[in-house]
């Protein structure tokens, strides 16, 4: 407790470190998945060859990923760009198939009904197919969501810091209460980033929550008729 | 007036959709095309806003040859409506009626200022406006599904089996609210069904195919009645009659 009370103003710097850190590999992660998803699944090769590759980015080991890049992109070696392009790597090697997934989800006669009325490809794609798929989006930024926010950690081994300073400080000393902060304000992050998704998923797609409300309300109806009957 | 001029409609397989289609369909009258499910009927009529494009011959509107009309502005300007309403499931009642004047490039007020005018022209409850596709009846969905085919104030109307998902007491419904719309409204209507009561009951001409796209007859519900042309023609009539009997 009291390591927490004299450290806190060094431990809200890190957490805010690693808030900025988690959230531009989250949103572009999430952008660059929409034009490649897209490709995916309008060739049969091009499915195979993108869902490959993307499985294959996700393997790269992320802490030689991270010392690797700099020579790759001609940043400095403590650059943080090299954390933040590691991790938009690893954010749109996840999402990628998600987002094939989800626009592959969308009904067929929903786009055929689309183009019968007048939708353009690009316009159809952009108000139609994108907003119905965006149940399955949502599902998939989640998930990378916490992969990044956990992944920012690694980080701080080459000194772009963030929570993960505390674990590895903390473990470098043998000092357990510092590790345990670490993991927890990692967590929360995390939770919060996950809370604020699930929300701006609501706000978004208001027909998904009535949908199911109203097939709760049947539901409920049809049980209240069963216990009528009995 | 909407014409095929030998038109014919191979698909990549090698299927024969259509063969040598000559077709005239008058303006401000109801023209369903009849036939069992391979007889083409949907494929022509998702020629007339270049859903399907012919392998050879020409479609016309008015004298003017579709194929040199930019698609997408083309199908704005036909109203369709299909089968299972094929409303957004993610846009509200109001917006879904709204869609393709939004998509001409009007005001979203205005569009849905009209969009609410059109749910009374078709029967819909005011109160329905900010429902979802989902929360609304098939009937209902049915009745967006034909103010949003009307929203744009079209000449032609194009109606894909509008009413083969809906139950018979529905079904009948909507088709007295379609005859009462279309006497109002004046527009020229295609109307494509599988189900030969509802073509005698809809149409001003009906076209009867033959599978493979071949018509089989064309004219009035009483003239197929009285003469049709072959066995065929017969004999589909007949297979659709006994329950009418009945009735």
Redesign the interface.
């Known amino acids: 407790m009291t390591w927490l009370a004299g450290n806190w103003p060094q431990l809200v710097d890190y957490g805010l470190a690693h808030v900025l850190l988690s959230i531009p590999p989250i949103i572009v992660g999430f952008l660059l998945s929409l034009p490649f998803g897209w490709l995916a699944n309008r060739y049969r090769v091009s499915r195979g060859v993108l869902l490959t590759l993307g499985g294959i980015l996700y393997a790269i080991p992320s802490l030689p990923l991270f010392v690797l890049l700099p020579s790759l992109i001609g940043t400095k070696i403590l650059d943080p760009l090299n954390v933040e392009v590691a991790l938009t790597i690893y954010a749109f090697a996840l999402m990628l198939r998600t987002t094939a997934d989800g626009l592959a989800s969308v009904g067929g006669?929903?786009k055929?009904?689309?183009?019968?009325?007048?939708?353009?490809a690009f316009?159809r794609f952009v108000g139609?197919e994108l907003?119905?798929a965006?149940p399955v989006l949502l599902a998939g930024i989640r998930v990378v969501s916490v992969s990044t926010v956990s992944l920012v950690t690694i980080g701080s081994v080459i000194g772009v810091n963030s929570l993960g300073f505390f674990f590895l400080d903390g473990y470098q000393r043998s000092f357990f209460t510092e590790v345990w902060v670490g993991i927890g304000g990692t967590l929360l992050i995390a939770l919060v980033f996950d809370a604020l998704l699930v929300l701006a998923g609501r706000a978004l797609?208001?027909?998904t929550r009535?949908?199911r409300g109203?097939l709760t309300a049947a539901y409920g109806r049809a049980q209240s008729r069963w216990a009528v009957l009995r | 007036m909407i014409e095929f001029r030998d038109v014919t409609k191979t698909f990549p397989d090698g299927t024969v959709a259509v063969a040598g289609l000559d077709l005239a369909i008058p303006p401000r009258q109801v023209t369903v095309f009849v036939g069992s499910s391979g007889s083409g009927k949907t494929t022509i009529l998702r020629m007339i806003n270049r859903m399907v494009d012919p392998t050879s011959g020409r479609v016309l509107i008015d004298g003017v040859d579709i194929g040199s009309r930019e698609p997408v502005a083309l199908r704005r300007s036909i109203g369709y409506v299909m089968q299972n309403s094929g409303l957004l499931p993610h846009r509200t009642v109001l917006d879904n009626i709204a869609t393709v004047p939004v998509l001409r490039g009007e005001k979203k007020r205005d569009a849905r200022a009209r969009a609410r005018e059109l749910m009374t022209v078709v029967g819909l409850d005011g109160s329905l406006a900010d429902r979802y596709p989902a929360q609304l009846s098939g009937g209902q969905q049915q009745r967006v599904g034909v103010a949003r085919g009307l929203a744009v104030d079209p000449n032609i109307l194009l109606m894909d089996e509008p009413f083969g998902a809906v139950d018979p007491l529905v079904r009948a419904e909507l088709q007295t609210e379609l005859k009462r719309l279309q006497s109002e409204l004046d527009k020229t209507v295609v109307f494509v069904t599988h189900d030969i009561d509802e073509a005698f009951l809809l149409g001003d001409q009906v076209v009867l195919f033959k599978p493979g796209g071949l018509v089989g007859q064309v004219g009035t519900p009483a003239e197929l009645l009285e003469n049709p042309a072959d066995d065929f023609v017969a004999g589909f009539i007949e297979a659709g009659r006994p329950r009418s009997i009945l009735r």
């Open positions: 006669d929903v055929l009904s689309a183009t019968a009325v007048g939708y353009g316009r139609v907003p119905l965006g797609m208001p027909w009535t949908r109203a």
